[in-house]
Nanobody
Framework: QVQLVESGGGLVQAGGSLRLSCVAS????????MGWSRQAPGKEREFVAAISWSGSSTTYADPVKGRFTISRDNAKNMVYLQMNRLKPEDTAVYYC????????????WGQGTQVTVSS
């Protein structure tokens, strides 16, 4: 069992930046692919970004490419999402997830953190 706790959400103006953090309660953090997803009101949850076990490989959804950066610190059991040039359409609850097999199936999710971007 892995517990994930996100933080760092808030209200920001369009064009601003936020950094989300996620801490994982597991002794084998480096064994998990980590990712972020988001869900806007009235919409389905969508993939945002993922990072490999070592952090050497990352993937991004097209809407956030060039603006968001995912990173991890295996020594601290942390994964981050740096979000720059935020847009109102980035408004959503952001969730941190852990994928134990690297097959894009996330077994564990956090409770989410709200990001609101005002125009």
């Amino acid at each position: 069992q892995v517990q994930l706790v996100e933080s760092g959400g808030g209200l920001v103006q369009a064009g601003g930046s936020l950094r989300l953090s996620c801490v994982a309660s597991t002794r084998t953090f480096s064994a998990y692919v980590m990712g972020w997803s988001r869900q806007a009101p009235g919409k389905e949850r969508e993939f945002v970004a993922a990072i490999s076990w070592s952090g050497s490989s990352t993937t991004y959804a097209d809407p956030v490419k060039g603006r968001f950066t995912i990173s991890r610190d295996n020594a601290k059991n942390m994964v981050y999402l740096q979000m720059n040039r935020l847009k109102p359409e980035d408004t959503a609850v952001y969730y941190c997830g852990a994928d134990p097999r690297g097959d894009e199936e996330y077994d564990y999710w956090g409770q989410g953190t709200q990001v609101t971007v005002s125009s």
